[in-house]
Antibody, heavy 125, light 110 residues
Framework: QVQLQESGPGLAKPSETLSLTCTVS?????????WGWIRQPPGKGLEWIGN???????FYNPSLKSRVTMSVDTSKNQFSLKLNSVTAADTAVYYC??????????????????WGQGTLVTVSS | QSALTQPASVSGSPGQSITISCTGT?????????VSWYQQHPGKAPKLMIY???KWPSGVSNRFSGSKSGNTASLTISGLQAEDEADYYC??????????FGGGTKLTVL
């Protein structure tokens, strides 16, 4: 059974960098799939942040691309998110998830499953 | 990229059927059969309910069904049950090789 677990500081200061890690169990990241980050501000909807595969190939939300870096550590079966220059608007529950995809000349992302339980990150001084 | 458009709320009585719409453009919903739907109960992570417009993941009730016409995808829940009360989100692949979510719909079971 594939399980994902987010970890990282629950508090980040404005203008600093938010860093989170997702640990995958029950499935080797190196076997395939993409791995993604999604966030949800309190009381609001879901927002896709980006996806990464075991080789480090990344796709980011254009609205966040300038501030986002995703990385993968296959030896630890983990992938990570860094979001720099954070503001209060980045306060959210951050989820990691496995992302199904197809390759049809281009990479097509299809669905997220399973998801981690989510972790709340608050941006405040 | 703009969020897909969903109604803010829908409601129905137990046993009834309801439909939630998800409207995009020809660059996302209308251009690809890669729409998925997620159910989210308060304080919980989203759960995949439908993928590739109308396919069921293992373990999901067939009371949930999906369809698409043009730029609008739909999730229908038949035989409404109290446990179906939750928020529902659609998502679609886009022509920019990205993913976009809908704004979410709150389902109330009366």
């Amino acid at each position: 059974q594939v399980q994902l677990q987010e970890s990282g500081p629950g508090l980040a200061k404005p203008s600093e960098t938010l860093s989170l890690t997702c640990t995958v169990s029950g499935y080797s990241i190196s076997r395939g799939y993409y791995w993604g980050w999604i966030r949800q501000p309190p009381g609001k909807g879901l927002e896709w942040i980006g996806n990464i595969d075991h080789g480090g190939s990344t796709f980011y939300n254009p609205s966040l691309k300038s501030r986002v870096t995703m990385s993968v550590d296959t030896s630890k079966n983990q992938f990570s998110l860094k979001l720099n220059s954070v503001t209060a608007a980045d306060t959210a529950v951050y989820y990691c998830a496995r992302v199904a995809h197809l390759v049809r000349g281009i990479t097509i992302f299809t669905w997220f499953d399973p998801w981690g339980q989510g972790t709340l990150v608050t941006v405040s001084s | 990229q703009s969020a897909l458009t969903q109604p803010a709320s829908v409601s129905g009585s137990p046993g009834q059927s309801i439909t939630i719409s998800c409207t995009g453009t020809s660059s996302d919903v209308g251009g690809y059969n890669y729409v998925s739907w997620y159910q989210q109960h308060p304080g919980k992570a989203p759960k995949l309910m439908i993928y590739d417009v109308s396919k069921w993941p293992s373990g999901v009730s067939n009371r949930f069904s999906g369809s698409k016409s043009g730029n609008t995808a739909s999730l229908t829940i038949s035989g409404l049950q109290a446990e179906d009360e939750a928020d529902y989100y659609c998502t679609s692949y886009t022509s920019s090789s990205t993913l976009v979510f809908g704004g979410g719909t709150k389902l109330t079971v009366l």
